[in-house]
């Protein structure tokens, strides 16, 4: 009985690391995969009779991929042991302190950060190296990958060679992007931000990689010609004045008190990070106690993760909608009976697409279990089939658009549905908020609403329709008053000026981003050139991958979409690009700002031109790169990250001074 519990074990936890390690695929949750393993683990400690070299107890799990050449670790990458218990930490204190009896013993605390290891070796001042974790004693040479990460430093001011250990991770913000792209594209969205960050290191194209916007953080530094100083705390002050963003720790901790008071005070603190994070691991600070205390076959015996709990809610699904985006891409939307679960109510959740539906066997009136994917989706884990009533009947995907009733079709290669009618009203009411959203041509007081009552009073048809509406054909409408019907027309006609990029994103080209946009307008002359550049021109420019190249040609090839964006020129639209413009100078010059919250002084299109104009740059995300965050009121989580980085946060005063006194 217990040989065959043992073996049954064995095949599921080498099946689930398989798919973990080698296709970064999550087939359980991590407390189901702790609870086998450490059920494995006690039975063979139990019945030694049964215990087997090759038992994954045994063994680091890998994650090495056929198509990197591999190097062997200069240290071991071993894993560790972990526990969802607080009493255990309190046994692995114990046992620390009486392998050590009678010295003082200091604990670190540093918080989990939920990504892929990887090991970075330092030559003559300048990264050659970084390796995957791998089997923990080989890795992969993803070293062209890790150049595309930004907050890894390629250069740092320390000539001699040394390794640094670290973490690289998806942010919350750039995972949400990035599967918002995936499905609008009609491809299957990442499971969550730890999986997608291990799948990217593993892809060939470093182009990818960079567009990914993968982050890093620094938690050990490996003896070389570096001096890493006697413990852990000292290491990581080294760490920090070579330039790499380094995790976040606790202060020297003593004893188990305050061991689990780092570690209760970051389990609620971690829902306001920009970054996952699944626990804390706590480390023995010495490293003349740590080597004293040595290693098991797979473990060093001075640390242990300890890991939080997946929180998860139970809910109802009251039904589920149909959301038709601009590229007619069909999503499911579960609409929950609100629940709170980890800081937020909870009333819908996206289901990505209609096979999703049908692998969870989701049916309406379903009661279901939900957990927030990457602490910010939410998703729904699982359906309690017993508890359906007798009239329950299985969800059938409709197989006309809920918007135009066009026949929905499903092109080769991708899992979604699409509506392929052009003139489909949720596609085009889409776009059009699209155009004038803020992130593109960011024309004030055109909303949804209003988009939707201009699209069914029959005054506008498609972006370049905007810039001929007057006072007199808004005020036939009831939304508008005089006031508000000049505030309209003021507001389109200020739109004219926004600089290409913005009209490039504003077109809603598949695939293009705001910084996609900003790479190809810094390319032209003016956008007539990206009517007929070739698609192997448009793959050499940075941030332009073979995809969006392609997706770019498309949609210049098409004579009605070149048709509209003549008549947007017709209109005085700004169509001029960077290309040959001088790099202009200033008081900005070479400062990267992020700007978040609501500003009073100026709008954030005020305030990126002044930087622009100054010579600076705007960036759409933080990294141990940018030089200031610009923060507004109700400033959101880029400000936890700027704050986790040390990157330094000003106000609009302080603003001010940098421009007018610097």
């Known amino acids: 009985m217990f040989k065959q519990r043992i073996?049954?074990?064995?095949?599921?936890?080498?099946?689930?690391?398989?798919?973990?390690?080698?296709?970064?695929?999550?087939?359980?949750?991590?407390?189901?995969?702790?609870?086998?393993?450490?059920?494995?683990?006690?039975?063979?400690?139990?019945?030694?009779?049964?215990?087997?070299?090759?038992?994954?107890?045994?063994?680091?799990?890998?994650?090495?991929a056929k198509s990197f050449p591999k190097v062997r670790h200069s240290v071991p990458m071993m894993s560790i042991d972990n526990t969802y218990s607080a009493a255990e930490v309190s046994e692995w204190v114990a046992r620390v302190e009486k392998a050590l009896i009678g010295e003082e013993i200091r604990f670190l605390g540093e918080l989990k950060v939920d990504g892929a290891a990887c090991s970075l070796r330092y030559e003559g001042g300048r990264l050659a190296r970084a390796v995957t974790r791998g089997n923990g004693q080989v890795g992969d040479d993803v070293t062209a990958n890790v150049r595309a990460i930004k907050p890894v430093p390629l250069e740092v001011p320390?000539?001699?060679?040394?390794?640094?250990?670290?973490?690289?991770?998806?942010?919350?913000?750039?995972?949400?992007?990035l599967n918002a792209?995936?499905?609008?594209?009609?491809?299957?969205?990442?499971?969550?931000?730890?999986?997608?960050?291990?799948?990217?290191?593993?892809?060939?194209?470093?182009?990818?990689?960079?567009?990914?916007?993968?982050?890093?953080?620094?938690?050990?530094?490996?003896?070389g010609d570096a001096d890493r100083s006697a413990s852990l705390h000292d290491n990581a002050k080294f760490l920090a004045e070579l330039g790499f963003p380094v995790v976040n720790r606790s202060g020297l901790l003593a004893g188990i008190d305050g061991i689990m008071d780092f570690c209760g005070e970051w389990e609620a603190k971690r829902h306001g990070l920009p970054f996952p994070v699944d626990g804390v691991v706590?480390?023995?600070?010495?490293?003349?106690?740590?080597?004293?205390?040595?290693?098991?076959?797979?473990?060093?015996?001075?640390?242990?993760?300890?890991?939080y709990r997946p929180e998860r809610a139970s809910t109802v699904v009251e039904g589920?909608?149909?959301?038709?985006?601009?590229?007619?891409?069909?999503?499911?939307?579960?609409?929950?009976?609100?629940?709170?679960?980890?800081?937020?109510?909870?009333?819908?959740a996206s289901l990505h697409n209609y096979d999703e539906i049908e692998r969870l066997g989701l049916r309406v009136g379903d009661s279901v279990e939900i957990e927030k994917g990457g602490e910010i989706i939410p998703k729904v884990l699982k359906v309690d089939a017993?508890?359906?009533?007798?009239?329950?009947?299985?969800?059938?995907?409709?197989?006309?658009?809920?918007?135009?009733?066009?026949?929905?079709?499903?092109?080769?290669?991708?899992?979604?549905?699409?509506?392929?009618?052009?003139?489909?009203?949720?596609?085009i009411n889409a776009s059009l908020e699209h155009f004038v959203s803020r992130a593109a041509m960011d024309v004030r007081g055109m909303g949804g609403a209003v988009i939707k009552q201009l699209l069914e009073a029959g005054l506008i048809r498609d972006a370049a329709d905007l810039y001929g509406l007057t006072e007199e054909s808004l005020l036939a409408l009831e939304r508008f008053a005089e006031k508000s019907a000049e505030n309209a027309v003021a507001a389109i006609a200020e739109s004219k000026r926004r600089p290409l990029d913005k009209l490039i994103h504003g077109l809603g080209i598949r695939?293009?981003?705001?910084?996609?946009?900003?790479?190809?307008?810094?390319?032209?002359?003016?956008?007539?050139?990206?009517?007929?550049?070739?698609?192997?021109?448009?793959?050499?420019?940075?941030?332009?991958?073979?995809?969006?190249?392609?997706?770019v040609r498309f949609f210049f090839d098409r004579p009605e979409n070149v048709?509209?964006?003549?008549?947007?020129?017709?209109?005085?639209?700004?169509?001029?690009?960077?290309?040959?413009?001088?790099?202009?100078?200033?008081?900005?010059?070479?400062?990267?700002?992020?700007?978040?919250?609501?500003?009073?002084?100026?709008?954030?299109?005020?305030?990126?031109?002044?930087?622009?104009?100054?010579?600076?740059?705007?960036?759409?995300?933080?990294?141990?790169?940018?030089?200031?965050?610009l923060a507004g009121a109700e400033a959101g989580s880029k400000l936890g990250k700027a704050e986790a980085l040390g990157v330094r946060v000003i106000s609009e005063e302080e603003f001010d001074l940098l421009i007018f006194n610097l």
């Open 7 to 64: 073996n049954d074990l064995r095949s599921l936890i080498n099946a689930y690391g398989a798919a973990y390690y080698g296709r970064s695929e999550s087939l359980v949750s991590d407390s189901e995969y702790d609870a086998l393993f450490r059920e494995l683990a006690e039975l063979e400690r139990l019945y030694p009779e049964y215990d087997a070299p090759d038992s994954p107890t045994h063994r680091v799990g890998s994650d090495l």
């Open 158 to 177: 320390f000539k001699g060679v040394f390794e640094v250990r670290g973490e690289a991770f998806m942010a919350f913000e750039d995972f949400s992007a």
């Open 181 to 223: 792209a995936l499905v609008e594209a009609g491809q299957k969205p990442m499971q969550n931000p730890r999986n997608t960050a291990s799948g990217t290191l593993k892809l060939l194209d470093p182009a990818e990689v960079a567009r990914r916007r993968l982050s890093f953080l620094a938690y050990y530094l490996l003896s």
């Open 282 to 307: 706590i480390k023995v600070d010495s490293f003349a106690q740590q080597e004293r205390l040595g290693v098991t076959s797979k473990s060093p015996r001075w640390v242990i993760a300890y890991k």
């Open 320 to 348: 589920i909608g149909h959301h038709v985006g601009r590229t007619g891409v069909v999503t499911p939307v579960a609409r929950l009976r609100a629940v709170f679960l980890a800081g937020t109510t909870i009333r819908s």
């Open 386 to 427: 017993e508890a359906r009533g007798a009239e329950s009947a299985p969800f059938e995907p409709p197989a006309e658009c809920p918007s135009c009733g066009s026949r929905l079709a499903r092109l080769e290669g991708e899992v979604a549905l699409r509506c392929l009618n052009r003139s489909c009203p949720a596609q």
């Open 511 to 551: 695939m293009v981003g705001a910084t996609a946009a900003r790479d190809l307008s810094g390319i032209v002359c003016d956008i007539s050139d990206l009517y007929a550049m070739p698609i192997e021109e448009l793959e050499q420019v940075d941030g332009i991958g073979a995809q969006t190249a392609q997706s």
């Open 563 to 629: 048709e509209m964006v003549e008549r947007l020129r017709r209109a005085g639209l700004n169509l001029k690009g960077g290309k040959g413009q001088a790099q202009k100078e200033g008081k900005l010059a070479g400062k990267a700002f992020v700007l978040t919250g609501t500003l009073e002084k100026y709008t954030r299109e005020q305030a990126s031109e002044i930087i622009l104009r100054e010579g600076g740059k705007v960036s759409a995300s933080v990294s141990p790169k940018t030089s200031y965050v």
